[in-house]
């Protein structure tokens, strides 16, 4: 167990919802990945979040949006969801934003669809 | 942009044969390179990791050596058991100056499937 709890586990919507994916980090922890695991694409990167603020940005659409509240907790967005969005989500998170420190991945929201 | 490219799998193997994954990144300046293992069902976890050139990341029998010159980054184990089957994820975190920030960089996985 990481100490990352991610809910829910599983979420099957229809094309055009709108969905909210939440991510608790490890006790202590200020920074939270999220990323996208697909078949197609592998492990992609979205978004990362340090203390409340955003960091850094990967391959995140605009119909994604991602935010950080103050007790740390973190929620992914996904509006107007296409067949493609159906992915495995991650979160991860890490005591800083230093790049050298690991990660330490939920286990993840899978999302179908339909 | 920054990139890494692994070995693709699956990889089979029998108990205690020898393991090599390979792995390979393009990246500018000097990146923090990292292994991560996935088993069935979980989310990603860190194997090893290396911070800088000729830094040897080990763990659980598995080692890595963090090559500049080959920029390689390769995974390595003596003796493999039926429980280290599950997919090995190369990656690593280097600083977009076009962004100001680290992005974190993954290799599309290798699965390896270890039999009696």
């Known amino acids: 167990d990481s100490g990352v709890t991610q809910t829910p586990k599983h979420l099957i919507t229809a094309t055009g919802q709108r969905v909210t994916l939440r991510c608790s980090p490890r006790s202590g922890d200020l920074s939270v990945y999220w990323y996208q695991q697909s078949l197609d694409q592998g492990l992609q990167f979205l978004i990362q979040?340090?203390?409340?603020?955003?960091?850094a940005k990967g391959n995140i659409l605009e119909r994604f949006s991602a935010q950080q509240f103050p007790d740390l907790h973190s929620e992914l967005n996904l509006s107007s969801l296409e067949l493609g969005d159906s992915a495995l989500y991650f979160c991860a998170s890490s005591p800083r934003g230093d790049p050298s420190y690991e990660q330490y991945f939920g286990p993840g929201t899978r999302l179908t669809v339909t | 942009g920054n990139s890494v490219t692994q070995m693709e799998g699956p990889v089979t193997l029998s108990e205690e044969a020898f393991l090599t994954i390979n792995c390979t990144y393009t990246a500018t300046g000097y990146p923090s390179l990292f292994w991560y293992v996935q088993y069935p069902g979980e989310g990603l976890q860190l194997l090893l990791k290396?911070?800088?050139?000729?830094d040897k990341g080990s763990n659980k029998g598995f080692e890595a050596t963090y090559r500049k010159e080959t920029t390689s980054f390769h995974l390595e184990k003596g003796s493999v058991q039926v429980s280290d089957s599950a997919v090995y994820f190369c990656?690593?975190?280097?600083?977009?100056?076009?962004?100001?920030?680290?992005?974190?960089?993954f290799g599309r996985g290798t699965s390896l499937i270890v039999h009696p």
């Open positions: 990656a690593l975190s280097a600083f977009y100056a076009s962004g100001g920030s680290y992005i974190p960089t």
């Open positions: 979040y340090y203390n409340g603020e955003e960091r």
């Open positions: 290396a911070t800088k050139a000729d």
